[in-house]
């Protein structure tokens, strides 16, 4: 009973706190005006932030580990530029032409624009282990002495043998694979296409991608350089395109912010038409809508002070909680408009509104900003942002509502308008509310039955890694860079293993190489490269035994040679003929992949995964395989890269989101448990939304909906999103005097109304191109749907059919409300 009584005087502080700002409308209108500047000052500079290293705290070693390599490295990627359309020669002079020029660019650390395949094609022997290179030398041996036994006129074979072979593909096949062959280009001096009529150069940034500004401040300066060259010298139709890291990124960027600018305006046009056609007033439109402008403008001034940025979810909440916000309009409005008509004054009205229907909002704000908040126990700083935000928003519409609309009414009862009321006896809500009390039993076996064989499908359901279902694949430089990787022969962006000492490089070179053998076909690793590993050991030895092997081969006449090892002769006559080499000796083109920045120190060592960096499954291989290497010296070392970013997230969100549904269904549950009173009256609200999600989750097996690491955070917000409306149901029931049909058709036709305006947030988003945006946007609609049939059809008709079975079998019948005030059953 003091938990009542208590509940009770805070629905009669919160209607006396309505009345005051109806009688002095400008000062509560004042306030309003004053911390709506506040909030559009403080959210002034709010940008977008779609960087993925962004969503995960500064405490994770992945994240630790690419900040270090961007300021060693200077972060990976490239500045991709493709010259298209034109015949090979005319390609090669155009990468001839521009490559140093655009090397000279303020924003380009260098070009790389050649292969250092006729270096690596020169000193091939030198990456020979020296027992291969003496069996090498053992088959010269032996068709030297052949050649021999051949000119001696005096010896005799007595039996005709084939002379001993020159072949060492072999030997060749053993060493296939490695970083100096893959590197090499297999002898194509140019990363060129002759099919694709297209060649690529690739400028390395002195900054990294995740400055967007940066990005698009270096991509401008190779466009306007290249805009300003006479490119009709390559031929008719040549042009050039670019992409790589940097201008993905910034196409992405531009794609994330206009679906949210288009998804917010469309969410404003949608509200918009919604309610003038629930009110059919233009002046309830304005009354419900400047509660909720005002309310997101505090909610993003908060955002701009906390986090000064919003991420990809957070983004697009302005919709969301325009969408949630307007429910409260529509509940309240409503009310008010409906005891005017029964002869109330507005004062009277707006006090017994705010008292009842505006304390069910209070409910309502409070169990969906406890849901919201359970989502700021994850370490995801995307769903951490997201439930802050969310949450603070749900408590500011309220009282945006609490300030604004009882003062908005004032004046406007003062000049001497009156609502339009909506017949509660007409309608759609009106006939399901006289069909239902005929007909609960059949309606409670068909949904019944209905949400069974949904929930029993749920276990299909699954988790979706692959993170290129989340990204527009159709934008012309995504499309652009598959077509380079082909080219390249690899991937484009490794991952890089920062040592502390440049002698450590090749101790990380055999670790990963070990690594590699144990994994098998299982493997994800494609190649490793590192400087000093580029540099073979024992070349003294090797280019002792290559003077002898040249000595030997270089007497053998070409062409006594089989003519299809007499290519292979030639060209190894030409490799004996190779000098040892040092690391400055190396090609620059070669040498400038592996250095680090400008005035940075240690080593560096490239790995090239064989799978898609973009597949969640593959890169979670992929990042077991290149972590945690032990050094000689006690050390450990790991790779870097936002492909360890994206393994960091979906292991995250895999391990958080059982934890974090369990913490959003028991805050809802005690939230309103202890807010309603009742242990009762708080199972009975939450049943349609648990139902609804349990049958939503088998809705997506059958669909062939997966789950996602963005996503997944629909089914907290349905939670704390469709609760309400069960509280409002139970508490206008449990009024004295309430009568099912009355309620129902009043009731009924805001629960709709509050549904389809929090689907309106998220309806816009199924118009995104962003694929990511879309699956939230389908989700959460798919979501909305399902409880709406659960809670106006399914819910309803459990109520009658419990009170019925009470009826009879003697029990008292009570409606289900928080104070256990006994009403009549509703007459069938």
């Not at 997506?700 to 909906?705: A, C, E, P, R, T």
Request: hydrophobic share 45%; glycine share 8%.
């Amino acid at each position: 009973m003091s938990e009542m009584r208590w509940s009770e005087r805070f629905e009669a502080a919160m209607g006396s706190l309505a009345a005051r700002g109806h009688r002095r409308p400008w000062v509560a209108l004042f306030v309003t005006l004053v911390l709506t500047g506040l909030g559009i000052f403080f959210a002034r500079d709010l940008s977008l932030n779609a960087d993925l290293s962004n969503l995960l705290p500064r405490s994770f070693q992945s994240v630790q580990d690419l900040e270090k390599l961007r300021t060693r490295f200077g972060g990976m990627g490239n500045v991709v530029v493709a010259g298209i359309g034109a015949e090979p020669e005319q390609l090669k002079q155009f990468v001839d032409d521009m490559a140093p020029k655009l090397g000279g660019l303020s924003e380009i650390r260098f070009v790389n624009y050649q292969r250092p395949s006729q270096f690596f094609d020169q000193h091939a022997l030198y990456y020979v282990d020296l027992p291969d290179l003496k069996i090498i030398q053992e088959r010269i041996d032996a068709r030297f002495a052949w050649e021999k036994e051949q000119a001696n006129p005096l010896f005799v074979r007595l039996e005709e043998a084939p002379p001993p072979s020159l072949d060492f593909t072999d030997i060749e096949q053993k060493y296939t694979g490695g970083a100096n062959q893959r590197l090499s280009g297999q002898g194509e001096l140019y990363y060129l296409d002759p099919q694709e009529r297209m060649v690529v150069m690739l400028l390395k940034a002195k900054g990294s991608s995740a400055d967007l500004g940066y990005s698009k401040k270096v991509i401008a300066q190779v466009q306007d350089y290249l805009s300003k060259q006479d490119l009709s010298k390559y031929g008719p139709g040549f042009r050039t395109e670019i992409t790589g890291t940097f201008k993905k990124k910034i196409d992405q960027q531009g794609v994330i912010t206009g679906d949210l600018a288009r998804a917010s305006s469309l969410a404003i046009v949608l509200l918009l038409a919604y309610l003038a056609f629930h009110f059919r007033s233009a002046l309830s439109v304005g009354l419900t809508m400047a509660p909720v402008a005002a309310g997101l403008m505090w909610t993003y001034g908060f955002v701009g002070v906390a986090y000064g940025q919003v991420n990809l979810l957070t983004g697009f909440l302005a919709a969301v909680l325009g969408g949630l916000g307007v429910e409260h309009g529509i509940h309240l409005l409503g009310r008010w408009s409906t005891l005017r008509s029964e002869g109330m004054t507005s004062e009277e009205a707006v006090r017994e509104a705010f008292s009842h229907t505006g304390f069910s909002a209070l409910i309502s704000a409070l169990v969906a900003a406890l849901t919201f908040l359970s989502l700021s126990l994850s370490e995801f700083r995307a769903f951490h942002e997201f439930g802050v935000i969310a949450a603070v928003g749900m408590l500011v519409s309220v009282g945006s509502y609490l300030l604004i609309l009882p003062a908005m009414l004032g004046l406007v009862s003062k000049w001497g308008w009156t609502p339009r009321l909506h017949q509660a006896q007409s309608g759609p809500m009106a006939v399901l509310a006289r069909f239902l009390p005929r007909r609960y039993r059949a309606v409670s076996v068909v949904l019944g039955v209905a949400l069974v064989a949904l929930i029993s499908q749920a276990y299909g359901v699954t988790f979706n890694y692959d993170s290129t279902k989340l990204d527009d694949v159709s934008l012309p430089s995504v499309r652009l860079d598959r077509r380079i990787d082909h080219i390249l022969g690899y991937s484009a962006t490794p991952v890089v293993v920062l040592t502390d000492k440049e002698g450590q490089e090749r101790e990380v070179v055999n670790q990963l190489q070990a690594r590699k053998q144990q994994y098998g076909k299982d493997s994800t690793i494609d190649f490793v490269g590192a400087l000093e590993d580029l540099v073979p050991q024992q070349q003294a030895e090797k280019h002792a035994l290559l003077q002898s092997i040249h000595k030997k081969l270089s007497r053998i006449d070409p062409e006594k040679v089989a003519k299809d090892t007499r290519e292979n002769l030639v060209r190894a006559v030409r490799m004996t003929q190779a000098e040892p080499f040092t690391r400055e000796q190396l090609p620059v083109s070669l040498r400038r992949q592996f250095e680090p920045a400008a005035g940075q120190k240690g080593g560096v060592v490239l790995v090239y995964a064989n799978v898609s960096l973009s597949d969640g499954v593959g890169t979670r291989r992929f990042t077991k395989e290149v972590r945690n290497l032990q050094l000689s010296d006690g050390s450990q070392v790991s790779a870097a890269g936002e492909a360890l970013i994206l393994a960091d997230i979906l292991d995250m969100v895999a391990k958080e989101s059982p934890r974090i549904l369990v913490a959003a269904v028991l805050s809802v549950f005690f939230a309103m448990w202890m807010t309603l009173g009742s242990l009762r009256n708080a199972l009975i609200c939450m049943l349609p939304t648990l139902l609804s999600i349990a049958a939503l989750v088998g809705l997506m097996s059958i669909l062939g909906l997966q789950f996602n690491y963005l996503n997944i955070v629909v089914i907290p917000v349905l939670i704390g999103t469709t609760v309400d409306a069960g509280v409002h149901l139970i508490e206008r029931l449990g009024e004295p005097g309430a009568d099912f049909v009355t309620v129902y058709a009043e009731t009924g036709r805001a629960i709709t109304g509050g549904l389809l305006t929090s689907a309106i947030g998220f309806l816009a988003l199924v118009f995104a191109k962003h694929p990511g945006l879309n699956s939230i946007g389908d989700l959460a609609n798919l979501g909305f749907a399902v409880n709406m049939v659960v809670v106006l059809v399914g819910f309803p008709a459990l109520l009658l059919l419990v009170d019925r079975w009470r009826n009879k079998h003697g029990a008292t019948p009570t409606a289900p409300t928080g104070d256990e005030t006994q009403h009549p059953a509703p007459e069938s």
